[in-house]
């Protein structure tokens, strides 16, 4: 018999716990997952007597819970409308991928909307409680969304702009709370809808945005909305505007080049029949014309000389969508570097100055050589690494020239700074068409002893980094002693705003997304370390460099940059820098992998690296907390405040684990990323296989086969 530690009782009875649970899970009918994302809730609702036949441990298919309704072994439906419910909902709604139906309305329920909801819903009701906070971004991924009813809580904040993708949304109703800020404009994407929402709450702006929806039902009484209500609103049948600052007079006509609005079509049987009839008529006319234009462009097209395929080239790339990467204030139709007409686009080097420039062809300076992308874009087989996983189609780097920029940057004026680092500034840019990229303008003392063709290697360098989680550079402009590199813009900003600057309605950072920041970064630094050749330091990782997608996937920006960071003396970043690191040449790989795991700390913690605010011993973030990192007891009180405790405590012990990995002392005990990389991989998988006991409290030793 092994004693540990005076451990022998709870290993004891964690033991037959888990034979217990075998026992039982031979005659359940319902799914591991299920059970598991219903016992979370039953906790989380405060056990209610109400809810009858629930218990932990139970058969929610088998046993007939109440409000629970199964298909099989999945549990499809979960109504538990105006029971009188409290508390809240739980962390692990994503679990339930069979359920379609979930209803929670007219409870008494508390606090924010779990970021985790079932991802296929198809009916979601939760109205008539006390939810605070804002609307959770995860809404976004539900595609089959048809019904989403919020009415009647206590929300706050902006909408995110995060409608693009729920195609089949027909009813939206978020009246009566208290949501501020313009309408997003992807509310203009949601197609199918035909009953809107939003009275009583503090909306402004215009709403010109709801002039192309098909709406039956609209009602925005009692806001703060502006201007002119769209004429094509004014057919709706049942719409309800009052209580709003309108302008009065005629509304202006639209700027020139705006597209048309259709009219709205009324829906009717009759009408249906007849444009049926008309659209087989149309159709066969329709067809001759077809044939006719493709046997012209079929003749035209042998005709063409190559010369023109630059220009079919350019014609294509502008009708290229964007990455998800980028910010949602571009259009679907817009490339990443504006028009040709608005900038010069030079060649480098040898090149042709009638082609673009591709990544491909950056081959004037000593390049890094890149494996093929299946060798990094892996796949694990869970949502988190298929979201990390997607591939990134190739783009363009171009030569941007100082006369586009200056004006784009309104001459890198303060009002478009973006934020400082250590090697110099990065600016909004916006161009009159409405594209908005990021321009990093590099101080000239950090490039006293960089000459030009230098500067290009390290821009070619540059472009050549191709990953997923690393910030696509888009051109770069170096002329009349300015230097400055053009990348991407990312509208949700930095994670280090996420975590310490943002107020709590756009701090949807739940446990899972916290690690999905994690493995998309680590994923980003092995990708630096092991697979480039030669391998790349970073020199300056930390929570301002992970830039967040729409979809709070992390971007690492400032890759490739380390060579000027070896021009400067100055501290990399205070609380991020190893023990070793007394000055920049001393960085190595794994003095990235301490700047990693403070990050983790972060993601941990919600704590900067270092607060001189915090008491003498709480100060540095890393000395505070490592020696807790095994401390069950201190591990709990450790956690950001933000999370309000809804977390599972095993994977929170785990992810604890690694970061005391990454933060020792001595670099030669550090991991390698992959390793890190592996371990996040499989805290991730072991979050999408959640079993009863692995949310419980248990031992805080690494399991053997963790590293």
């Not at 502008?318 to 990467?325: A, H, I």
């Not at 807790?628 to 450790?638: G, N």
Request: overall charge neutral; some cysteine.
């Amino acid at each position: 018999m092994v004693f540990l530690r005076g451990k022998m009782v709870p290993i004891f009875l964690g033991f037959w716990t888990f034979v217990f649970g075998i026992l039982i899970s031979v005659d359940a009918k319902t799914n591991a997952p299920d059970v598991a994302a219903l016992n979370v809730m039953y906790s989380s609702l405060n056990s209610p007597e109400q809810l009858t036949g629930w218990k932990s441990g139970g058969d929610p298919c088998g046993q007939s819970w109440k409000g629970i309704t199964c298909s099989g072994s999945s549990v499809t439906e979960i109504n538990l409308s105006g029971l009188g419910l409290t508390g809240s909902m739980g962390y692990q709604l994503s679990s339930l991928t069979s359920v379609t139906y979930f209803d929670l309305s007219k409870n008494n329920l508390k606090g924010d909307i779990p970021y985790q909801l079932p991802p296929n819903a198809v009916h979601l009701n939760l109205a008539g409680n006390g939810f605070t906070g804002s609307v959770p971004y995860s809404i976004s991924l539900m595609a089959d969304l048809k019904e989403l009813n919020l009415g009647h809580n206590q929300m706050k904040g902006q909408l995110s702009d995060m409608f693009g993708k729920l195609s089949k949304l027909t009813l939206l109703d978020l009246s009566f709370n208290s949501l501020s800020g313009n309408l997003p404009q992807s509310f203009g994407l949601l197609s199918s809808l035909t009953t809107l929402y939003l009275q009583n709450n503090q909306f402004t702006g215009p709403i010109t945005v709801l002039a192309r929806l098909s709406l039956d039902d609209l009602n925005i009484a009692n806001n703060q909305f502006s201007g002119w209500i769209p004429n094509e609103l004014k057919d709706i049948d049942n719409i309800e505007t009052g209580g709003n600052s309108w302008s009065s007079g005629s509304a202006p006509p639209p700027p020139p080049g705006t597209p048309a609005i259709p009219k709205r079509h009324k829906h009717s049987s009759e009408g249906d029949n007849k444009s049926v009839l008309r659209g087989v008529a149309m159709g066969g006319i329709v067809m001759s014309i077809l044939v006719a234009l493709v046997i012209v462009i079929a003749l035209f097209s042998r005709k063409s000389s190559s010369s023109s395929n630059y220009l079919d080239d350019e014609k294509l790339t502008r009708q290229r969508p964007f990455s998800p990467l980028v910010s949602h204030e571009l259009s679907d139709t817009r490339h990443y570097a504006p028009d040709p007409k608005s900038f010069k686009a030079t060649e480098l080097s040898s090149m042709d100055s009638s082609s673009s420039i591709d990544v491909k062809t950056l081959q004037t300076f000593p390049s890094i050589h890149l494996p093929p992308p299946s060798d990094w874009m892996k796949s694990d087989g869970n949502e988190f690494a298929n979201k990390l996983g997607r591939k990134r189609t190739s783009v363009h780097t171009a030569v941007f020239t100082l006369a586009d920029l200056q004006p784009a940057t309104g001459n890198f004026a303060a009002g478009h700074l973006l934020g400082e680092g250590t090697i110099g500034r990065v600016y909004r840019a916006k161009y009159a068409d409405g594209k908005v990229l990021a321009v990093k303008k590099i101080d000239t003392e950090h490039l006293q002893s960089v000459d030009p063709e230098e500067f290009s290697g390290i821009v070619s360098n540059i472009s050549k980094l191709q990953h997923p989680n690393i910030a696509q550079l888009v051109g770069y402009c170096s002329e009349q002693g300015h230097n400055l590199l053009v990348y991407e813009y990312f509208r949700n900003g930095s994670l280090h705003a996420f975590l310490h600057l943002s107020d709590a309605y756009s701090k949807p950072l739940t446990w899972n997304t916290r690690i999905m920041i994690a493995l998309g970064t680590a994923r980003a630094v092995e990708y630096l370390h092991e697979i480039c050749s030669p391998s790349c330091i970073h020199k300056n990782i930390k929570s301002a460099n992970i830039l967040l997608d729409a979809e709070l996937n992390p971007c690492l920006t400032d890759c490739g940059l380390a060579n000027f960071h070896q021009h400067t003396s100055q501290n990399l970043g205070v609380g991020y820098n190893a023990p070793e690191c007394i000055k920049p040449s001393a960085y190595t790989l794994k003095s990235d992998v301490y700047s990693f795991g403070v990050v983790m700390l972060e993601l941990l913690t919600g704590r900067v690296p270092y607060d001189s605010s915090k008491p003498r011993m709480e100060q540095s973030l890393v000395r505070w907390a490592t020696p807790q990192l095994h401390d069950i007891d201190a591990l709990d009180k450790m956690v950001d405040p933000a999370l309000h405790g809804l977390y599972p405590p095993k994977s929170l012990s785990r992810f604890a684990d690694v970061i005391a990995l990454c933060v020792q002392s001595e670099p030669e005990f550090r991991p390698p990323m992959s390793e890190v990389v592996q371990a996040l991989v499989r805290l991730v998988q072991r979050s999408s296989m959640v079993k009863r006991g692995d949310d419980g409290s248990g031992s805080r030793r690494m399991d053997d086969d963790y590293f």
